[in-house]
């Protein structure tokens, strides 16, 4: 058994509601010694914050999901409701995210400018705050890669592209440019995604971390059914085969990785 660490998960969500503690206790038996519960809207942040206090060696991020900064209309100010939560729970929440730019689903002018706007609340935030930003990027790299140069002076010290699902020269622009690291899940393993694997091949592992972003995009084993982090070893399995290093040596990078990157005092 290996150590694991899920710095992206999402086990408050209703479709684990049925057995949650039992999926919790099959990632311990895993190896799974920490997870971060990340909120997508101010309601969601809220129960990520509940399941991070329920279970042991949890912690939470905050923040809206680039899809839902519609309420953003409603609540111009969303950096008002987040700031709530983090002087209400300092020490269970690690990071502030997800947030970032998502143009899969919809892209028109009005979400680009809800997304920037919402993107730039919670870098202020994360920086007030010294929290490690949360990224989600969609249909958006050159996007992201001009928003973080343009807004270089007010960008945290940490931060994690979540997912990533781009190429080397993205992964070079994140860790050498930004300092930031690369959330390496499920998707590193789906055959199709060699330029996944060829980024994280030639990426240093002190700049990797685990994650799921359960439910969804399970690894290849796993393909279709109900993601958990119980499921990760084969992730970092792949990683250390890409660095054709022992996995021992390797899982116990990346969870210090993992520590190291949100302030995680485990």
Same mark, same amino acid.
Do not use: L, W
């Given at each position: 058994m290996i150590p694991l660490? %899920? @710095?992206h998960t999402h086990d408050s969500f209703d479709v684990f509601d049925a057995d949650r503690t039992e999926m919790m206790a099959r990632g311990k038996e895993k190896g799974v010694i920490g997870k971060i519960q990340i909120g997508c809207d101010i309601s $969601? $942040?809220?129960n990520a914050i509940n399941v991070a206090m329920e279970y042991e060696n949890m912690w939470a991020s905050v923040g809206i999901h680039p899809c839902s900064v519609l309420s953003l209309k409603e609540f111009p100010? +969303? #950096? %008002?409701e987040l700031e709530e939560l983090l002087k209400k729970y300092p020490q269970k929440i690690v990071a502030i995210g997800e947030t970032?730019? %998502?143009f899969? &689903? #919809?892209d028109t002018p009005e979400i680009r400018f809800l997304q920037e706007n919402s993107l730039l609340q919670h870098c202020h935030l994360a920086t007030k705050y010294k929290k490690t930003l949360v +990224? &989600? @990027?969609?249909?958006? @790299?050159e996007e992201s890669i001009l928003f973080f140069r343009l807004h270089r002076e007010k960008l945290p010290k940490r931060g994690v592209f979540h997912c990533f699902g781009e190429d080397l020269v993205f992964a070079n622009f994140a860790t050498q440019e930004l300092g930031y690291a690369l959330g390496i899940g499920g998707t590193l393993t789906y055959k199709k995604n060699e330029h996944i694997r060829d980024a994280v091949q030639k990426t240093p592992l002190e700049f990797l971390v685990t994650e799921t972003d359960a439910p969804y995009l399970a690894p290849q084993s796993y393909r279709g059914k109900r993601n958990e982090s $119980?499921?990760?070893t084969e992730v970092v399995e792949l990683i250390a085969d890409l660095k054709n290093i022992p996995?021992?040596?390797?899982?116990e990078q990346l969870v210090q990785n993992a520590k190291n990157i949100f302030q995680i005092p485990l």
């Open positions: 660490f %899920d @710095t $969601s $942040s809220k100010k +969303i #950096e %008002d970032g730019f %998502d899969f &689903h #919809e +990224i &989600h @990027t969609r249909n958006a @790299t $119980s499921y990760m996995v021992e040596k390797c899982a």
